[in-house]
C-alpha cells in the first residue's frame, strides 16, 4: 500500500474529552509528562547491571552453567534497558531534556539496531496504523508467520502456535544482521519510503553495527575464546529476541485484537483514537513487577493514546482512559494476568494459522 489510509474525522469527541481530562490531570498534580527521578534511577540501575553482567563474564570466567545463566540475565537486562529507557527516549518522553531523550534512544544503536529506523517505523508507522496490514511493519514476518487474517494462508501457518518461540527467538540477530540493512539500501519500510537520511544517521548507523559486533563478538572471542564466545553470543541474543518480540506481540495480535482494512477509497471507518481501542489490548496492569520489567508496555492502551507521555504515568493516566471508555461505550481491551495474555496470543496463532476468522 504506497498510499496511507486516511482515518474517519466523523466524530473526534472521545479523543477531544480523553486528551482535555488527562491535560487537567497533569496540570492539577503538577506532574510533569516525562519521566520521574524514580525512572532515571532504575535507568541508571539497568546499565551498571548490563555492564557489571558483561564484565563478569569477560573477566570472571565464571563455570559452564553459570555463564550460559549470565548470558540469559544478561539478555533480560537488555530487553529491560529497551523497554524502560530506549524507548521512552524514542518517544522523547523520558526526560524534559532533548539530550537525555537523545541518549536513551541511541542505546538502541549501542546494542546493533538503529533509532532511526526505529523511529520511522515504530514512532510514526506503528503508531499511526496500527494492525493495519500492508502498512503496519510490526505484525509483517511473512511468509513465516501470518499474523493478520487479511494475509495470505501457507500451510504450515497452521503449527505456527508450536514454532513462533524459535522465530521469535531470532529477532534481535534479523534485526541487527539483515533487516535494518534492508531498510537501510532499500530505503523504505514495507512500502513506505524513507525519506533523505541525514549524514549523521549514517555515521550512528554503521558505528552502531560495528559497536555491536566489537562488544558482543570480537572481544568476547579475544578474551574467552571463539566457541564460548558464540555459544554466549547466541543465548544472549536468542533471549534479547524472544523477550522484545513477545512482550510487543502482547499488545497487538491477540484474541481482541481487531486488523480493520481501509475501504476502497482508502479510508477507515473509525478515527484515530477510536482504532487504538480496537487494535490494541493491554496485560497485567496491577502486577507492578511485569510494569516495571516491561516499562508499562503492559498499558499499551495509554501509550498508544499518549505516546509522548512517559510510561511512569500510564497506572493514573489508565483510570481516566478506562472511565472514559465507559462513558462512550467503547471497548478497553484487556487480560488481568501476563499468563492469560500469553495463552490468548498462542490461541490467536493457532485460529490464524488454520485460515479461518479470527475472533474479537
Known sequence: MSVSPKFSAASKAFHAT????????????????????RLH????????????????????????????????????????????????????????????????????????????????????????YTNIDGVDDDIDIRPWMRLSPNQSHYRWHRFQHRYFA???????????????????????IGDTPVKRIPAVEHALFWGGKLSYLLVFLVLPVWLVGIVPA?????????????VLSLVFQLAHT?????????????????????????TTANF????????????????QIEHHLFPKISHVHYPELSKIVRQT???????????PTLFQAIRSHVRFLRETGRNVPVLG
Open 18 to 37: 480523553l486528551k482535555q481530562r488527562v491535560g487537567s490531570y497533569f496540570e492539577t498534580s503538577g506532574r510533569p509528562s516525562t519521566g520521574t527521578a
Open 41 to 128: 534511577r532504575k535507568a541508571l540501575i539497568l546499565s551498571l547491571s548490563f555492564v557489571a553482567g558483561y564484565l563478569g563474564l569477560l573477566l570472571a570466567t565464571p563455570g559452564l552453567v553459570w555463564a550460559a545463566l549470565g548470558c540469559v540475565g544478561l539478555g533480560l537486562v537488555t530487553a529491560a534497558i529497551g523497554f524502560n529507557v530506549m524507548h521512552d527516549g524514542a518517544h522523547g518522553s523520558f526526560s524534559k531534556r532533548s539530550g537525555l531523550n537523545r541518549a536513551a534512544a541511541l542505546t538502541l544503536d549501542f546494542f546493533g539496531g538503529s533509532s532511526f529506523f526505529w523511529n520511522v517505523k515504530h514512532n510514526i508507522i506503528h503508531h499511526a
Open 166 to 188: 524459535v522465530l521469535y527467538a531470532q529477532l534481535w540477530l534479523g534485526w541487527v544482521f539483515f533487516l535494518d540493512f534492508q531498510k537501510y539500501f532499500n530505503r523504505c
Open 230 to 242: 558464540l555459544v554466549g553470543f547466541l543465548l544472549y541474543n536468542w533471549t534479547v529476541g524472544f
Open 254 to 278: 491477540v484474541e481482541v485484537a481487531e486488523f480493520p482494512m481501509p475501504d476502497e477509497a482508502n479510508r477507515m471507518d473509525s478515527e484515530w483514537a477510536i482504532h487504538q481501542l480496537l
Open 284 to 299: 497485567a496492569t496491577r502486577s507492578r513487577l511485569v510494569g516495571a520489567l516491561v516499562g508499562g508496555l503492559n498499558f
Open 325 to 335: 471508555c465507559r462513558e462512550f461505550g467503547l471497548p478497553y481491551n484487556e487480560y
